[in-house]
């Protein structure tokens, strides 16, 4: 943390999640990456909170998290983290666009409002795309292109095996759960890692600028102008 106890502002964020009913029979995560490196820097489960409540930590969370651009958040649209639900706001994405956080995975601008309509917005989960996510990652794993230091995820995802339906999920969890498809859907926290080390490849690096121009320099007042807008568009102000 720098000495104003956030994250340098000179790296860009991303952040994924996976949502769970928060009834307590498997967690919603959250996981930050630092865009440079690949490296996660935040770890977050709860298997209790609300959908709702969770989407409001989550964007607390991104929006202090901050950064030269706002933090690309994603999430798994499927069940609790639909975006449709405007209307009762007890699902993720609904609360998440009540609340006017722009930088959402999918969204064309970040800094325009996104609609819950676009099916662009969020990533929605299918036996191809799951075991594509999970191949992305345990290749950028074996390659050292990204830096895992929680140890609960990376014992979640070693554990991760075909099902006999043919469903991707950890072997040991759901086990007293009905059918594959009880047992594919838990591994939360090895979902929301694969999750960001994707969405890093839709933030841009960040740009290399003076830490400390002059002091009334042009370079300084641009500085300014870019993280007052950054605030306001993110909904910091």
């Known amino acids: 943390l720098e000495s104003d106890g956030r994250l340098s502002q000179m790296n860009n964020y991303v952040?994924?999640?996976?949502?769970?009913?928060?009834?307590?029979a498997s967690n919603s995560?959250?996981?930050v990456k630092d865009v440079r490196n690949r490296e996660t820097i935040l770890a977050y489960a709860n298997p209790s909170l609300a959908p709702?409540?969770?989407a409001r930590m989550a964007v607390a969370i991104v929006r202090w998290v901050g950064g030269q651009q706002a933090c690309l958040t994603g999430w798994e649209l499927n069940g609790p983290g639909d975006v449709t639900d405007y209307a009762s706001g007890v699902n993720f994405g609904a609360e998440v666009h009540r609340l006017g956080y722009y930088a959402v995975f999918g969204n064309v601008n970040t800094l325009l409002p996104w609609e819950p309509q676009d099916s662009k917005v969020g990533w929605r989960s299918t036996r191809e795309r799951?075991?594509?996510?999970l191949g992305d990652f345990r290749a950028a794993l074996?390659?050292?292109e990204t830096i895992e230091h929680e140890a609960a995820m990376l014992d979640e995802a070693a554990d991760y095996v075909y099902l006999p339906s043919g469903a991707i999920g950890p072997a040991t969890l759901g086990e007293d759960m009905d059918g594959d498809d009880a047992m594919a859907s838990h591994g939360d926290r090895t979902?929301?890692?694969c999750g960001a080390l994707?969405?890093?490849?839709h933030q841009p690096k960040p740009r290399d600028v003076p830490i400390n121009p002059a002091k009334g320099s042009?370079?300084?007042a641009l500085n300014n102008y870019r993280q007052a807008k950054r605030r306001m568009m993110s909904g910091e102000d």
Not at 130 to 133: C, E, I, N, Q, S
Request: charged share 20%; aromatic share 6%; glycine share 10%.
């Open 142 to 144: 074996a390659r050292g």
């Open 198 to 201: 994707m969405v890093c490849n």
């Open 218 to 220: 042009t370079q300084e």
């Open 130 to 133: 799951k075991a594509l996510l």
């Open 29 to 31: 995560t959250l996981c």
């Open 15 to 24: 952040a994924f999640c996976d949502i769970s009913k928060g009834v307590g």
């Open 52 to 54: 709702e409540d969770f």
């Open 191 to 193: 979902i929301a890692a």
